[in-house]
């Protein structure tokens, strides 16, 4: 007799079964991907003697509570998520953790009966999250809340590698949440099709893809490239010219972080980490914890229950994260929102490729399309606490926006350009679109003090995008934006470690440097616009 289940983990003293085929058909039987996931096709007889199949549609295989939440990863109609904006998977612990925090800001807006609610629920293709960690995964407001999974559910839908290892997380080691994530696409296997709780014809429909996580430990380093490059080949592989935009939003390690210090596997895993998933992506947004407790200082929406659900040590981190990916997802919500409704949301609205295309034309052209790394979108977010609107007050609100409350470490006066969007309620949007119409509020950010747009080497221009919202139920005036390709001083810190390692390491983790390499260096080749031909 075996020694334990696959599946629970559990032993024979605990079976209520005489064998392994009975625990299984009496604990498991009812879940014919775990199944089928830890022991091939050795009990696929239970579920024929059931009238079961083997299930290779489109929808998931693990039924989840009845009543799903109407934006839900598997949830609504087969046209529910048609022209939405993101389809979001929250990858590793810091990405389970961050899209926590999103869904519960939704929640916090629909149960105070905010019309701004209507922003996820016009935003929201559909999400999921994937882990190596059984753990981790447990304690989130996904499984707890969203989904109601017990452990065997939960393993089966969001477990990265179901079957190749323990289920308890990568540490450090970014090979081997490559080598997972693989395992799960071996030969015929797709578990998007197959198994996790997503479905493919939502990430279909979705405008663009957004990958949540960190750069730091072995899952999201490691497992975020390899879902990126199988979702765009096997998932959104079409004859289409264009692609989908896929984008990772990635915490980066923080100069001075335990992560960072010189010598530490996080500022390797940081540097491979970016690379790879510059190869497989078209943007990177990166985050790093010491500037979002900084602008956790002004920036805090409400986002009931997140210090049940989230680390104690991230739960004022996230929060600002929360806003700026909403306003994201506000820049094209109003052509979903209903024409009868009361929703207000209202102005210049832009496609997610936006953001990033008009950087991919200022690359090199000698560079090929299959070597051209992710452009680097710096986030960031200020706010205006003021009754009136002048263009003196534009300028603080500027200053706030550009020199405060960056997300991550990065210079602003050495960006390629950027996309700004302002927004407000609508008297205050009355009042500052004055200043944009005219081009005032433009030459304050491309001035010397800001993004110094006549400071240019090359031939291309520094070119700076600015849209207007009005946006009901705010009180103040908000600055989000997104600086391309800016010099990053913890990237370049990263940058300087890994390439002692490539150029005089003899260990293990030089040689995953070596094995990158020319992805480290199409990646910071293309910051800082010294970089700008």
């Keep these: 007799m075996p020694d334990q289940c696959q599946i629970c983990l559990t032993g024979p003293s605990e079976w209520n079964a005489d064998d392994l085929e009975g625990h299984v058909r009496a604990a498991h039987g009812d879940n014919e991907a ?37 934006t839900g990863g598997s949830g609504g109609g087969a046209t ?17 953790n961050i899209l926590d925090a999103l869904l519960m800001r939704r929640d916090t807006l629909v149960a105070a009966g905010e019309e701004r609610a209507r922003i996820w629920e016009g935003g929201l293709a559909g999400y999921g999250l994937l882990n190596t960690n059984t753990a981790e995964l447990e304690q989130t407001y996904y499984a707890q809340e969203e989904q109601g999974y017990d452990r065997a559910q939960l393993e089966t839908n969001t477990i990265i590698g179901l079957g190749a290892h323990d289920n308890s997380g990568m540490g ?15 030969g015929e296997n797709n578990p998007f099709r197959d198994r996790w709780d997503m479905r493919q014809t939502d990430l279909r429909s979705a405008q663009a893809l957004l990958l949540v996580h960190s750069v730091t430990k072995g899952t ?26 896929i984008l990772s939003a990635v915490v980066i390690p923080s100069v001075g972080s335990q992560q960072s210090t010189l010598g530490g596997r996080g500022k390797t895993n940081g540097v491979v980490g970016l690379a790879r998933t510059a190869q497989a992506v078209d943007a990177l947004i990166p985050f790093n914890n010491a500037k979002l407790r900084e602008v956790s200082q002004d920036i805090t929406p409400r986002v009931d229950g997140l210090a049940q659900y989230n680390p104690p040590q991230f739960v004022d981190l996230n929060k600002p994260l929360v806003a700026f990916l909403e306003a994201f997802t506000m820049s094209s919500t109003p052509q979903f929102v209903d024409q009868d409704a009361t929703m207000s949301i209202r102005g210049n609205v832009f496609d997610v490729a936006d953001s990033f295309r008009l950087v991919q034309d200022k690359y090199p052209a000698s560079m090929p399309k299959d070597e051209r790394p992710a452009v680097v979108l710096a986030p960031v977010l200020g706010r205006l606490r003021s009754e009136t609107v002048s263009e003196s007050k534009l300028e603080i609100l500027a200053r706030r926006t550009l020199d405060q409350n960056r997300f991550a470490d990065f210079d602003p006066s050495t960006a390629w350009g950027a996309n700004f969007m302002l927004y ?30 006549g400071n240019t080497a090359g031939v291309e221009t520094v070119d700076v995008q600015l ?5 009901p139920q705010l ?12 010099e990053m001083p913890a990237l370049e810190s990263m940058y300087e470690h ?34 700008m031909l």
Excluded at 80 to 96: L, P, R, Y
Excluded at 221 to 245: F, N, Q
Aim: glycine content about 12%; overall charge negative.
């Design 34 to 70: 775990a199944v089928a996931a830890m022991y091939g096709d050795e009990f696929d007889h239970l579920f024929e003697e059931n009238g079961g199949g083997s299930g290779t549609g489109d929808s998931p295989r693990q039924t989840t509570r009845e009543t799903p939440k109407p």
């Design 80 to 96: 529910d998520s048609v022209g939405k904006k993101w389809f979001m998977i929250g990858v590793g612990g810091a990405g389970n």
């Design 172 to 186: 450090y080691r970014w090979q081997n949440g490559a080598a997972v994530a693989e395992v799960d696409f071996e």
């Design 220 to 245: 999201g380093c490691g497992s975020t490239p390899v879902l990126a490059e199988r979702i765009r080949d096997e998932v959104l592989s079409d004859d289409r010219e264009i692609d989908k935009a």
């Design 424 to 453: 407000g309620p609508e008297e205050k949007m009355r009042e500052a679109s004055e200043y944009v119409t005219d081009g005032r509020l433009q030459r304050i950010l491309n001035g010397p003090d800001f993004l110094d747009a």
């Design 467 to 471: 849209n207007q919202l009005v946006t």
């Design 475 to 486: 009180d103040d005036l908000y600055m989000w934006g997104m600086l391309w390709n800016p």
């Design 498 to 531: 890994a390439q002692r390692l490539n150029q005089e390491g003899q260990t293990q983790q030089a040689e995953s440097v070596r094995e990158v390499w020319s992805d480290v260096e199409a990646l910071f080749s293309c910051l800082g616009r010294d970089n």
